[in-house]
């Protein structure tokens, strides 16, 4: 099992700055994916960042350059640097691993932080 606490979401003005941090406990093997997702009201959950291997790394275009995803492995912690956030920034974001378990492609989710962008 896997288990993944997401915090450091907030109330931030447009184009400031937030630090997401997924704190992960449980068995994360090395061939799993971490990532973010975010929701925002009305609309799909859709990917913002993942990670793969340490080194493989894939954005939405809607951050490329804005966001940063990374891992330490020492604190068992993902992290999602947010710059230049803009209102449609504005969502409840996810923390995610993605994985074979027993030759079945598993999901797990974190509870969610909401991140809120103002003008």
């Known amino acids: 099992q896997v288990q993944l606490v997401e915090s450091g979401g907030a109330l931030v003005q447009s184009r400031g700055a937030l630090r997401l941090s997924c704190a992960t406990s449980?068995?994360?093997?090395?061939?799993?994916?971490m990532g973010w997702y975010r929701q925002a009201p009305g609309k799909q959950r859709e990917l913002v960042a993942t990670?793969?291997?340490?080194?493989?790394?894939t954005y939405a275009d809607s951050v490329k350059g804005r966001f940063t995803i990374s891992r330490d492995d020492a604190k068992n912690t993902l992290y999602l640097q947010m710059n230049s956030l803009k209102l449609e920034d504005t969502a409840v974001y996810y923390c995610?691993?993605?994985?074979?378990?027993?030759?079945?492609?598993?999901?797990?989710w974190g509870q969610g932080t909401q991140v809120t962008v103002s003008s």
């Open positions: 995610n691993v993605k994985g074979f378990r027993i030759g079945i492609l598993t999901n797990y």
């Open positions: 449980g068995s994360i093997r090395n061939s799993d994916t």
């Open positions: 990670i793969r291997s340490g080194a493989i790394i």
